[in-house]
């Protein structure tokens, strides 16, 4: 299952929770929900996921044409020590990107919506 299935099976049990929320707060007296919050971040998922699948589809289409005509050699697909290698360079890169995302300004301009309340 990716991210994008867990993430569309998961929205109905959001949205129940913070049903379930609301009414926690209405039967206790101490309503400290507030909607536009809720509107803020079910909006900012929303234009998360969209611009996931936009930036999904750029990146592929840019590494083909980068695989297609800058590759200056080609690994065995066959090889276990080729996925393995790919996968611990592709943790590396994605450990210093989200830590960039952390304390790079500009990086952190795109970080922040995973932050949001």
Same mark, same amino acid.
Request: hydrophobic fraction near 55%; glycine fraction near 8%; proline fraction near 3%.
């Given at each position: 299952?990716?991210?994008?299935?867990?993430?569309?099976?998961?929205?109905?049990?959001?949205?129940?929770?913070?049903?379930?929320?609301?009414?926690?707060?209405?039967?206790?007296?101490?309503?400290?929900?507030?909607?536009?919050?809720?509107?803020? +971040?079910?909006?900012?998922?929303?234009? +998360?996921?969209?611009?996931?699948?936009?930036?999904?589809?750029?990146?592929?289409?840019?590494?083909?044409?980068?695989?297609?005509?800058?590759?200056?050699?080609?690994?065995?697909?066959?090889?276990?020590?080729?996925?393995?290698?790919?996968?611990?360079?592709?943790?590396?890169?994605?450990?210093?990107?989200?830590?960039?995302?952390?304390?790079?300004?500009?990086?952190?301009?795109?970080?922040?919506?995973?932050?949001?309340?």
């Amino acid at each position: 299952m990716q991210g994008a299935q867990i993430i569309v099976l998961a929205t109905p049990v959001f949205l129940l929770l913070i049903a379930v929320e609301f009414w926690v707060g209405l039967k206790r007296g101490n309503n400290t929900y507030r909607l536009n919050d809720a509107l803020s +971040s079910i909006g900012l998922g929303i234009m +998360s996921q969209l611009t996931g699948v936009f930036a999904a589809a750029f990146t592929a289409g840019i590494y083909a044409l980068a695989y297609a005509h800058l590759a200056p050699w080609h690994l065995p697909t066959n090889q276990i020590w080729v996925w393995i290698v790919g996968l611990v360079f592709y943790d590396f890169c994605y450990y210093w990107h989200h830590r960039f995302g952390h304390t790079c300004a500009l990086f952190w301009a795109a970080h922040v919506v995973h932050h949001q309340s």
